[in-house]
């Protein structure tokens, strides 16, 4: 059965900073991945996607993340930070063959001014 | 263009008491899912169904019950609410395993 773990269940960074959000997934074949934000009080909404082809992914509002199946790695990044990122995201993964979408604990991104 | 769409979107409940949360797309979705989420814990599935008439339990199906009659509607039953069962419920659907699943604004649900 695939899991998912998120290092870190806070992360701060200063607004114009590097983000870096990190998730590991577990799973017997390779998987379908994804990013995912929450706003307060919304539902989630698709950042990026990862299913078969190239391994590095770009998504919305700047981010991008890297499959890395010798890692088991799907690490989400952003150059600069915006107050606007302020959000929690979250990371799921997929069995190809099989039909549950599984999630991260999910990691609260704070960005400082 | 609606896509998932959940009620109630808030609603308190006492201890025993019984309510469904109604889940409805318009995106001609196969899978549906639900999911609470608590602090700190993610989401968790507690059902999911992958057709009409074709349902299954996730991670924490205790306590609840589904039932998908039609491609739109997937209903999530509590027959007897719990203090535990206080949480942000989301429904979700997907056109098949390698796309992403469209999630509703979720129903705050609060068992006194």
């Known amino acids: 059965a695939q899991s998912v773990t998120q290092l870190g269940s806070h992360v701060s960074v200063s607004e114009g900073a590097l983000v870096l959000l990190r998730c590991n997934y577990s799973?017997?074949?390779?998987?379908?991945l994804f990013w995912y934000v929450q706003y307060p009080n919304q539902g989630l909404q698709l950042l990026l996607k990862y299913t078969t082809g190239a391994t590095l992914v770009k998504g919305i509002n700047g981010f991008e993340a890297e499959f890395k199946k010798s890692e088991t790695s799907f690490h989400l990044t952003k150059p600069s930070a915006h107050m606007s990122d302020a959000a929690e995201y979250f990371c799921a993964v997929r069995d190809p063959y099989g039909n549950k979408l599984v999630f991260g604990a999910g990691t609260i991104l704070r960005v400082k001014s | 263009n609606a896509g998932v769409t959940q009620t109630p979107k808030f609603r308190i409940l006492k201890i025993g008491q019984s309510m469904t949360l109604q889940c409805a797309q318009d995106?001609?979705?196969?899978?549906m899912y639900w999911y609470r989420q608590d602090p700190g814990m993610g989401l968790k599935l507690i059902y999911y169904s992958v057709g009409a008439g074709i349902t299954d339990k996730g991670e924490v199906p205790n306590g609840y019950n589904v039932s998908r009659s039609t491609t739109e509607d997937f209903p999530l039953r509590l027959e007897l609410a719990a203090p535990s069962q206080t949480s942000v419920y989301f429904c979700?659907?997907?056109?098949?395993?390698?796309?992403?699943?469209?999630f509703g604004q979720g129903t705050r649900l609060t068992v006194v």
């Open positions: 995106m001609n979705h196969n899978y």
């Open positions: 799973s017997s074949v390779p998987p379908y």
């Open positions: 979700a659907s997907s056109n098949k395993g390698n796309t992403e699943a469209f």
